[in-house]
């Protein structure tokens, strides 16, 4: 009954708290997100994985594939796109 829950506990409303006060106190605004450079590679890395994926489909689909070819060129595709669909971008406490 009533409004529903915005926090699955104390825990999570407590590091919800520390976000909001640590992003304030650096003058940041509420919809800012931070993250590591080695994140932010690996997400690039993981797109343009995607990306050349999907142009060797593009590009197989004008060239008349063979069925063997088209399974293998949309079997990476999948494989390109599993990666990212695993990448989940979580708050973190500051410190």
């Known amino acids: 009954?009533?409004?529903?829950?915005?926090?699955?506990?104390?825990?999570?409303?407590?590091?919800?708290?520390?976000?909001?006060?640590a992003t304030a106190k650096a003058g940041?605004?509420?919809?800012v997100v931070l993250v590591t450079r080695t994140e932010l590679d690996g997400l690039q890395?993981?797109?343009y994985q995607l990306r050349c994926a999907l142009?060797?489909?593009q590009t197989l689909l004008s060239e008349r594939p063979t069925k063997a070819e088209l399974e293998r060129s949309l079997a990476d595709l999948v494989r390109s796109?599993?990666?990212?669909d695993r990448?989940?971008?979580?708050?973190r406490r500051a410190g």
């Open 1 to 21: 009954m009533g409004r529903p829950r915005q926090y699955c506990g104390q825990a999570c409303r407590q590091r919800a708290y520390e976000q909001r006060a």
């Open 28 to 31: 940041l605004s509420g919809d």
């Open 45 to 47: 890395d993981r797109l």
């Open 55 to 57: 142009e060797d489909v």
């Open 81 to 84: 796109t599993g990666r990212l």
């Open 87 to 91: 990448l989940w971008v979580s708050e």
